[in-house]
């Protein structure tokens, strides 16, 4: 239950990120995802770095604004704030896999309070 949790987070803040493009952009980005990288939206979560291959293969280097505004959706999502080394290389997969630890071991230290 928790990781569906999570995963649902997780595609709201790219569906979040994706959106402040427009809608137009947004449609646009999940049709080349998946027919040109073969990542369906419901297929990221599992796909998290075929996902951020295929949003750098759309934006270049400029998929790291896109990347740092899916992180600030999902770490606001989760309930934690997002820090980071602006000297240091974004590393996006690192990021969720680090969101999605901290959510499915705070869902767990909740649940074993119950």
């Known amino acids: 239950m928790s990781k569906k949790a999570f995963d649902?987070?997780?595609l709201k803040a790219v569906d979040d990120a994706l959106f402040s493009l427009?809608?137009?952009a947004r449609q646009a980005i999940y049709f080349h995802l998946e027919n040109k990288f073969e990542i369906a939206k419901?297929?990221?979560?599992?796909?998290?770095?075929?996902?951020?291959?295929?949003?750098e293969g759309i934006f270049g280097l400029g998929a790291?604004?896109?990347?740092i505004l899916i992180m600030k959706n999902l770490?606001?999502?989760?309930?934690?704030?997002?820090?980071?080394?602006?000297g240091k290389e974004?590393?996006?997969v690192e990021y969720v896999t680090a969101a999605k630890q901290?959510?499915?071991?705070?869902?767990k230290v909740k649940t074993a309070k119950m």
Do not use: C, M, R, Y
């Open 22 to 24: 427009g809608d137009s």
């Open 64 to 67: 790291t604004f896109l990347e």
């Open 8 to 10: 649902k987070l997780l």
């Open 102 to 107: 901290s959510f499915l071991k705070k869902k």
């Open 42 to 55: 419901k297929d990221i979560p599992a796909n998290i770095e075929d996902f951020a291959e295929g949003i």
């Open 75 to 86: 770490h606001k999502k989760v309930g934690q704030p997002l820090k980071w080394d602006e």
């Open 90 to 92: 974004l590393a996006f």
